[in-house]
């Protein structure tokens, strides 16, 4: 998810704002040493992460529509990663599980490539629209993603839920106004004017577990 209007089209601007602050504050916090970002895509969060890593490497698949220039492995993701174990401290995957046919083998490849001590650094979308077609396969719910982590002995940092149903309704209606600009350019500065208000605040946190847009997990490879 990018803040750049050229990357997002303007009926994802709202609900982007969104993702790229909960994005920024786990890579501020946890991002460090050597870099996978795995379905890098243009690498959106490169400028985010970029400060706080020693090295960074670039893998997607042939498959997205977001060809990169920075690619410093295509391959496929439901396929063993031909990369050395334990190679990288941090691992980056956001809005890339869902299209992942395979997901298991993921996430053991993801344990095989992190060194110990290391993090991976997961977002997801939950009530969000089918996308990238057709290669979009699930939706995960929390309960979902430590099942993934207990799995594969990683131990869960922190798994938080963001949005709720103002959101998810702002969101669809956001998707409703894409046919113009103008309109989503006015929706986008209602919709944050109501989640500014007490009652638009109160309502998102009171509902974010149950409708949430999506997660934002950060989970730990013991250290040996």
């Known amino acids: 998810m990018s803040r750049d209007g050229r990357e997002c089209h303007h009926s994802s601007r709202f609900i982007g704002d969104i993702v790229i602050q909960v994005y ?32 960074n490497t670039c893998v997607d698949w042939g498959h997205t529509t977001h060809k990169s220039d920075h690619l410093d492995l295509e391959t496929d993701l439901n396929q063993p990663i031909p990369l050395p174990d334990a190679g990288f401290d941090t691992i980056v995957i956001t809005d890339v599980l ?46 979902q993603l430590r099942m993934m982590c207990e799995q594969n002995g990683l131990d869960v940092v922190s798994l938080e839920s963001y949005g709720g149903i103002p959101e998810v309704v702002l969101d669809l ?16 500065v209602l919709g944050n004017a109501i989640l500014g208000t007490p009652p638009g605040r109160k309502l998102s946190t009171k509902t974010a577990r149950q409708f949430p847009v999506g997660y934002g997990l950060v989970a730990r490879k013991p250290l040996e």
């Open 173 to 188: 209606v956001a998707k409703v106004l894409s046919f113009s600009r103008a309109l989503s350019s006015a929706h986008r």
């Open 24 to 55: 920024e504050r786990l890579l501020r916090e946890h991002a460090r040493g050597r870099l996978l970002d795995l379905g890098c895509g243009k690498v959106p969060l490169y400028g985010i992460y970029k400060e706080y890593v020693a090295d």
């Open 98 to 143: 869902e299209h992942i046919a395979t997901p298991e083998l993921l996430w053991t490849e993801m344990t095989r490539l992190l060194a110990a001590g290391g993090k991976i650094i997961v977002g997801v979308p939950f009530l969000y629209g089918i996308h990238e077609e057709p290669h979009d396969y699930h939706r995960y719910t929390e309960y």
